[in-house]
C-alpha cells in the first residue's frame, strides 16, 4: 500500500512540474544549468559531477562569474605523460584571489574552487579573521602517481588534475598563515582553519588534513571523488 502511494505521489509530483503548478529553484534542481552564486544545496555536488563529461556546459557554468572576477584559460585535451591523460581541462590565473602559481585543474574542480572561495572561504575568512583572503598558496594540483606516491594501488585524484593541495593563506591585512605552523592554534587562526576546511566540504567530494593522517599535516588536499569526506 505504502509503496503504491509513494509511487502515485511521484507521478502527482511529475504531472505538477510539467504543467509548472510547481516550481523548483534552480539550485534544487538537479537538470537545471550551475551557476556560480546559486546556494549551495545538496544537488550542487551531483551537478559538478555530471560536468566532468560536459566540457561545454562546464565553461558556460564558470562563464556565470562576474566579469572580472575570474581568469582562466580553456586547455584542449592532452597527456602530459603517456599514463595521465588530462580531458575537460582549464588553467586557473587567479579567481577572487591570487595564488602563488597558476596550476591546470578539471574543469568541474575549478567550478569546486570557485564556488568555495565565494560561499564558504571569503565569508569566513571576512567573519573570523576581519579581512578577505588575498592570496591562496598551494603545492600543485596535477602529479602523475599513484595516491601516497606508491608504485602499485589507484591512481590519485592529482592524476586527473581534480584535487589542489592548500597550503595557507595570505590576507588584505597583510596576516599570513600556514597548516603547518597554525593548525594547532586555539584562537583565531585555528578557527578559521577548521572553517576553511569544513566549508570545502560542500563543494568538493573529499577534503583531507592535518586530522586525516601525517602525509596531510601541512596541507588540505580538496578533491572531486567521493561525497563530503571531510577530515
Not at 563543494?203 to 561525497?227: E, I, Q, S
Request: aromatic share 8%; proline share 5%.
Amino acid at each position: 500500500m505504502r509503496s503504491t502511494l509513494f509511487i502515485l505521489a511521484l507521478i502527482a509530483l511529475g504531472v505538477a512540474l510539467q504543467k509548472g503548478i510547481i516550481e523548483i529553484p534552480r539550485h534544487w534542481a538537479p537538470w537545471a544549468p550551475l551557476h556560480i552564486d546559486d546556494p549551495i544545496t545538496p544537488v550542487t555536488q551531483l551537478k559538478l559531477s555530471r560536468l566532468a563529461d560536459d566540457r561545454a556546459g562546464c565553461l558556460a557554468a564558470l562563464d556565470t562569474v562576474p566579469e572580472g572576477e575570474l581568469r582562466y584559460t580553456p586547455l584542449a585535451d592532452y597527456a602530459p605523460t603517456a599514463s595521465c591523460p588530462l580531458a575537460n581541462i582549464v588553467r586557473m590565473h587567479s579567481s577572487g584571489v591570487a595564488f602563488n602559481q597558476s596550476f591546470v585543474a578539471s574543469c568541474p574542480m575549478a567550478l569546486a574552487w570557485v564556488m568555495y572561495e565565494r560561499h564558504a572561504l571569503q565569508p569566513a575568512a571576512k567573519e573570523i579573521m576581519g579581512s578577505r583572503v588575498s592570496q591562496v598558496n598551494h603545492v600543485g594540483s596535477f602529479a602523475c602517481r599513484n595516491v601516497y606516491g606508491r608504485e602499485a594501488g589507484r591512481r590519485s585524484e592529482h592524476a586527473t588534475a581534480e584535487a589542489l593541495d592548500v597550503v595557507g593563506f595570505q590576507f588584505e591585512n597583510g596576516q599570513r598563515i600556514t597548516l603547518i605552523n597554525d593548525w594547532d592554534d586555539e584562537g583565531e587562526v585555528g578557527e578559521f582553519l577548521r572553517a576553511a576546511r569544513d566549508g570545502a566540504c560542500h563543494t568538493f567530494g573529499n577534503v583531507l588534513g592535518p586530522d586525516y593522517n601525517a602525509a596531510h599535516a601541512d596541507h588540505f588536499h580538496m578533491g572531486m571523488r567521493g561525497f563530503r569526506l571531510c577530515r
